[in-house]
């Protein structure tokens, strides 16, 4: 199993920037592909980004394409979510996912392990 914690969220006005991070223990990190998910009040939660074991290699969904950068560091067990021109709607709880597989997926199910999740608020 593997523990994470995700850090980074808060309030920031339109058009801004924030980074995420989730910071990893437990099982090796390296060996994990990982991703973003989030959930809008009322909403259900939704993929965001994935990342493959080696970093090389992403997806993102079609909202946050050109604005969001997922990134990893295996060797200080992080990855980590860029997000520029932040609007409204990507007012959300973000949370950090890893599976048992080194390759990416854009569904919740292949996840494996969930960090409680970071707050974040875009305001006008």
């Known amino acids: 199993q593997v523990q994470l914690v995700e850090s980074g969220g808060g309030l920031v006005q339109t058009g801004g920037s924030l980074r995420l991070s989730c910071v990893a223990s437990?099982?090796?990190?390296?060996?994990?592909?990982m991703g973003w998910f989030r959930q809008a009040p009322g909403k259900e939660r939704e993929f965001v980004a994935t990342?493959?074991?080696?970093?090389?290699?992403?997806l993102y969904a079609d909202s946050v394409k050109g604005r969001f950068t997922i990134s990893r560091d295996n060797a200080q067990n992080m990855m980590y979510l860029q997000m520029t021109n932040l609007k409204s709607e990507d007012t959300a709880i973000y949370y950090c996912?890893?599976?048992?597989?080194?390759?990416?997926?854009?569904?919740?199910?292949?996840?494996?392990?969930w960090g409680q999740g970071t707050q974040v608020t875009v305001s006008s």
């Open positions: 996912a890893a599976r048992r597989r080194r390759f990416l997926n854009t569904l919740q199910s292949a996840y494996d392990d």
């Open positions: 437990g099982r090796t990190f390296s060996s994990n592909a």
């Open positions: 990342i493959n074991w080696s970093g090389d290699s992403t």
